[in-house]
């Protein structure tokens, strides 16, 4: 298994630019979900899935949409990209009906907005 | 609300010392989880343990040790005779019941010198 894979690894934007951070899983799990990282303040939900075709939103969603279309695939679009997005991006899932109820993260986006 | 707080913003050790990560967290709910995720310079999150609320055991492997206290809502994380590969961040945890929409502490930076 790949596990969670996320692409790209790096990227900088302008400011005004759109653009879609992928994530895709190959555990069959059900469980999705997109954090982001900043100095100082740990991880913080932005939105999940618990299953195709139901998304929700976490602690931070402004300017970030998501779809869950498949069970692997969960991306991350940034409408328009703003300095304030400028953060580590981590992926990550969990399947709940089996038990296990731990998230495993992906490697991570590095965006940097200008 | 849900809230994780690692007081600890960095500490720095020499190699064979033991240290102790504390974490205390807030929560509501009567089931609920909580988990301990090492991010190394290399930037991945590293799934360490997880816990649920009723089963306050304490755990080892090997120089990991893990002292859950409900009754101090602490969960904290004992590395004994600490080695420069330990130097990392690291994160303590919380979830609701499913497991899922995780709330981070702030992290604690380990710095580990020879």
């Known amino acids: 298994n790949a596990g969670v894979t996320q692409t790209p690894k790096f990227q900088v934007l302008k400011t005004g630019q759109s653009m879609t951070l992928q994530c895709a899983q190959d555990?069959?799990?059900?469980?999705m979900s997109w954090y982001r990282q900043d100095p100082g303040m740990g991880l913080r939900l932005i939105h999940y899935?618990?299953?195709?075709?139901?998304?929700d939103q976490g602690e931070v969603p402004n300017g970030y949409n998501v779809s869950r279309s498949t069970t692997e695939d969960f991306p991350l679009r940034l409408l328009s990209a703003a300095p304030s997005q400028t953060s580590v991006y981590f992926c990550?899932?969990?399947?709940?009906?089996?038990?296990?109820?731990?998230?495993?993260f992906g490697p991570g986006t590095r965006l940097t907005v200008l | 609300a849900q809230k994780v707080t690692q007081a600890q913003t960095e500490i720095s050790v020499v190699e064979k010392e033991d240290v102790t990560l504390d974490c205390v967290y807030e929560?509501?709910?009567?089931?609920?989880?909580l988990f301990w995720y090492k991010q190394p310079p290399s930037g991945e999150l590293v799934f360490l343990i997880r816990r649920n609320s009723f089963d306050e055991q304490n755990e080892i492997s090997g120089r990991y040790s893990w002292n859950f206290q409900k009754s101090t809502s602490s969960f904290n994380f004992t590395i004994t005779a600490s080695q420069v590969v330990d130097s990392a961040v690291y994160f303590c945890?919380?979830?609701?019941?499913?497991?899922?929409?995780?709330?981070f502490g702030a992290g604690t930076i380990l710095r580990v010198k020879s």
């Open positions: 899935s618990v299953g195709a075709g139901i998304t």
């Open positions: 990550a899932s969990s399947s709940y009906t089996r038990g296990t109820n731990t998230q495993y």
């Open positions: 945890a919380l979830s609701e019941s499913s497991g899922n929409k995780l709330v």
């Open positions: 929560t509501r709910d009567t089931t609920y989880y």
């Open positions: 555990m069959n799990h059900e469980y």
